[in-house]
C-alpha cells in the first residue's frame, strides 16, 4: 500500500471514529429534553457525556486537518462547495459547547429551558450537516477539470447526500439512547431503553434504503446492525446495545470510505474529473513526515481517551428530590477530563 492509500485509510478511520464517538454526544444531546422527566435528571443526562463531549470532537478537527494536509486538492473542493454547510456545522458545534458550559450558570428554569434548547438544536443540526456532505462525495458534485466547483448551495442538496444525512441522524439518536441506558439509572434509563427500541427500527428501514441505494451508484452497500442493536435492546443488555450501535454507525460511515476508493469526490459533471486518491495528494516527502508524526501521537492519544472511559465507566443516578420546597441550585456543568 502506497502512502496516499495509507492516508485515505487513516482519515476513514478518523471519521469513522468520529461518528462512533462523537455519536451518542450528539444523540444525548438531541435526546435529553424528551427523556428527562425533571431538570435533575436532564442534569444527569448532560453529565453522563461531560467527560467525553469535547475530547471526541478533536477526532473532527484531525480528520478534516488530516485532508487538508495529506489531500490538499480534496479539502480545497470539498471545503469550498460546502462553504456554507461548514459555517452551519461550526455554528451547530458552537451552540453545543456554549450550552453545556452556561445551562448551569444561572438558577433559573427559563435560563436552563433556553440553553437546553440550544443544546438540541446543536445536536440535532451537526450530523445532518456532516451526513449530508459525506452523502454528497459518493453521490457527485459539479466539479470541472480544474478541481473546482461549478455548483450552487443548492447542488450540494443531493437525494442520496439528504437520506445519508437522515441516516446517519437517526443513528446517531439510537446511540445516543443506548449510551443512557448503559449509562444512567431508574426510569432515564428505562425511557432511553424503549426510545432506543422504537428508533432502531426506523434506523434499520433507513440504513436498509442507503444500502440499496448506494448499490446502484456504487456496487458496495453500507453495512448496519441495527436489527442487533434492536434484539439487544429488548433484552436489556445495555453494553452489547451500545456496541451493536457503535458497530452500525461505524460500519455506515467507514463504507461510504470504501465505496468512494480510490475517488475522493465523485464529479456529477464527467468521470474524467473525479478527485482520485492519487490526483488530489500531498507529495511523498510531506506524507511521509506527517506518517511518522502519527504514529507516535495517535498511540497516546487512544490511551488517554481510553483511560478517561475507564475512569468515568460508572452509572450515574437522578438524585432524590429535595426534602423542601428550595430548588436545588446543584450544577450541571459537565466534568472535565481528568487533570
Known amino acids: 500500500m502506497n502512502l496516499p492509500d495509507l492516508w485515505f485509510v487513516l482519515i476513514a478511520v478518523l471519521w469513522t471514529g468520529f461518528f462512533v464517538l462523537e455519536g451518542f454526544d450528539f444523540g444525548v444531546g438531541a435526546l435529553h429534553g424528551v427523556l428527562a422527566r425533571s431538570d435533575d435528571e436532564r442534569r444527569v443526562a448532560i453529565n453522563s ?112 447526500g439528504a437520506w445519508t444525512a437522515l441516516t446517519l441522524g437517526l443513528l446517531c439518536l439510537v446511540h445516543g439512547s443506548t449510551f443512557l441506558a448503559l449509562r444512567t439509572t431508574g426510569g432515564l434509563a428505562e425511557r432511553a431503553r424503549t426510545l432506543g427500541q422504537r428508533l432502531a427500527w426506523a434506523g434499520m428501514v433507513s440504513l436498509v434504503v442507503l444500502a440499496l441505494w448506494t448499490i446502484d451508484l456504487r456496487d458496495v452497500g453500507p453495512v448496519g446492525y441495527a436489527v442487533l442493536a434492536l434484539l439487544n435492546l429488548r433484552v436489556e443488555r445495555d453494553g452489547r446495545a451500545f456496541a ?82 428550595t430548588p436545588s441550585r446543584a450544577s450541571d456543568v459537565p466534568a472535565r477530563h481528568p487533570g
Do not use: C
Open 49 to 160: 457525556i461531560g467527560p467525553f463531549w469535547d475530547g471526541n470532537e478533536v477526532w473532527l478537527i484531525v480528520g478534516a486537518a488530516g485532508i487538508f494536509a495529506a489531500f490538499p486538492g480534496w479539502y480545497a473542493t470539498w471545503f469550498s462547495a460546502g462553504y456554507l454547510l461548514v459555517l452551519l456545522l461550526l455554528v451547530a458545534l458552537i451552540l453545543r459547547g456554549v450550552s453545556f458550559e452556561f445551562r448551569g450558570k444561572v438558577d433559573s428554569p427559563r435560563w436552563r429551558h433556553t440553553w437546553s434548547g440550544t443544546l438540541t438544536v446543536g445536536s440535532l443540526l451537526a450530523p445532518l450537516v456532516l451526513g449530508l456532505l459525506l452523502g454528497d462525495l459518493v453521490a457527485g458534485l459539479p466539479v470541472n477539470a480544474d478541481q473546482e466547483f461549478t455548483g450552487t448551495f443548492w447542488d450540494l442538496f443531493t437525494g442520496y
Open 244 to 325: 451493536a450501535t457503535a458497530v452500525a454507525i461505524g460500519g455506515t460511515v467507514a463504507s461510504l470510505f470504501l465505496v468512494l476508493h480510490p475517488t475522493v469526490l465523485v464529479s456529477s459533471t464527467s468521470t474524467s474529473y473525479d478527485l482520485t486518491v492519487a490526483n488530489t495528494a500531498s507529495g511523498d516527502y510531506a506524507l511521509k513526515v506527517m506518517t511518522i508524526i502519527v504514529a507516535v501521537i495517535l498511540p497516546v492519544v487512544l490511551l488517554y481517551q481510553g483511560y478517561t472511559y475507564v475512569v468515568f465507566r460508572h452509572r450515574l443516578a437522578t438524585p432524590p428530590p429535595p426534602a423542601h420546597d
